[in-house]
C-alpha cells in the first residue's frame, strides 16, 4: 500500500469492536511515530495508555466529570450521561498524548506542531493495521481535574486523546477541496 493511499483511505473511527488492542501493538507504532520531524530533537512528547477496565471506567468518569459545568452536559438526563459513561468505558485502549510545556513561545509552538506529526504518522501506521481511531480534542483535555486524574504533571499539556479500536465498517470518505483553489502563488 502507497502512503499516498494510506493518506486518502484513513478515516477517524467511532465505533469499535470489542476486540482488545495489544500494548505491545501501540508501543511498535509508537517506536516508528516518534520519527515525526521535531526540532533540536526535544522529543516533547509523552504517553498514558488507557486499557485496563477499570482505567476506562475512571477515565469515563473523569471525562464526565470535567465536562459537567458545560450546559450541554448539565442539562443532560442522568440516563443518557450514563449512556456516555457506558460508551466511553467500552473503548477498547486510548492513547492520551501528552506535551512538556515550554516557557519559550516559539519552542511550544515547534513542540506542538511536532506532536501533530506524531499523532498523524500514529494513525497512518494504525490504519495499516486495520486499527482505526479518532483523535478527541473535546473540552475535558484542558480540565486540570481530568489531567490530574490521568497522570499529567503541572508542566504539561495534553495534546489530544486518541480513541481507538478495530472496526467493522470505515465511513465513506467526504471530499476534499483541491490544492489549487487554496493555493496562492507568490
Avoid at 40 to 66: C, H, Q, T, Y
Amino acid at each position: 500500500m502507497s502512503i499516498a493511499h494510506t493518506i486518502r483511505e484513513r478515516r477517524s473511527i467511532r465505533q469499535f469492536r470489542e476486540q482488545q488492542v495489544p500494548v505491545d501493538l501501540i508501543l511498535r507504532l509508537l517506536n516508528d511515530a516518534v520519527w515525526a520531524p521535531n526540532h533540536g530533537l526535544r522529543e516533547p512528547w509523552r504517553f498514558i495508555v488507557v486499557e485496563r477496565n477499570e482505567a476506562k471506567v475512571k477515565m469515563a468518569d473523569l471525562m464526565l466529570a470535567s465536562l459537567s459545568h458545560l450546559k450541554r452536559v448539565k442539562l443532560l438526563p442522568a440516563k443518557l450521561k450514563q449512556l456516555m459513561k457506558h460508551k466511553y468505558s467500552q473503548i477498547p485502549a486510548n492513547l492520551i498524548v501528552v506535551m512538556r510545556e515550554d516557557k519559550d513561545e516559539h519552542k511550544q509552538e515547534e513542540d506542538y506542531a511536532a506532536i501533530c506529526c506524531l499523532i498523524q504518522n500514529f494513525q497512518l501506521l494504525a490504519w495499516e493495521q486495520q486499527l482505526g481511531m479518532i483523535w478527541s480534542t473535546m473540552e475535558f483535555i484542558r480540565s486540570p481535574l481530568f489531567c490530574q486524574g490521568v497522570g499529567v504533571q503541572a508542566n504539561e499539556r495534553i495534546v489530544g486523546v486518541l480513541h481507538m479500536g478495530y472496526f467493522d465498517k470505515a465511513p465513506k470518505p467526504k471530499s476534499r477541496t483541491s490544492a489549487e483553489k487554496k493555493l496562492t502563488l507568490l
